[in-house]
């Protein structure tokens, strides 16, 4: 089995910054993909920031240039730096990480995110 692990969300005012970090552990050979998720209320899920095993990256039109997501390989952990924070950035925050070699999905639980006016 594998634990996915969410941690960082909280309470910002507008133009605050926030890092989110996700930590997987548990029976993982390999993660190939690492990604963030976000659900705010009466939206569908829609993914943020994604960050494959060999370092590519790609972002949602709405959050580019201001955040940024990396990994660390050795801890099997992947960040989420956002800056410049919008209200419309208020949502749940999920991470996802594909654990090869089956190309499993594994979520974890979600960190909320309010950013204030």
């Known amino acids: 089995q594998v634990q996915v692990v969410e941690s960082g969300g909280g309470l910002v005012q507008a133009g605050g910054s926030l890092r989110l970090s996700c930590a997987a552990s548990g029976s993982i050979l390999r993660i190939n993909f690492m990604g963030w998720y976000r659900q705010a209320p009466g939206k569908q899920r829609e993914l943020v920031a994604g960050i494959s095993s060999g370092g590519s990256t790609n972002y949602a039109d709405s959050v580019k240039g201001r955040f940024t997501i990396s990994r660390d390989n050795a801890k099997n952990t992947a960040y989420l730096q956002m800056n410049s924070l919008k209200p419309e950035d208020t949502a749940v925050y999920y991470c996802?990480?594909?654990?090869?070699?089956?190309?499993?999905?594994?979520w974890g639980q979600g960190t909320q995110v309010t950013v204030s006016s």
């Open positions: 996802k990480v594909v654990v090869a070699p089956w190309m499993r999905d594994y």
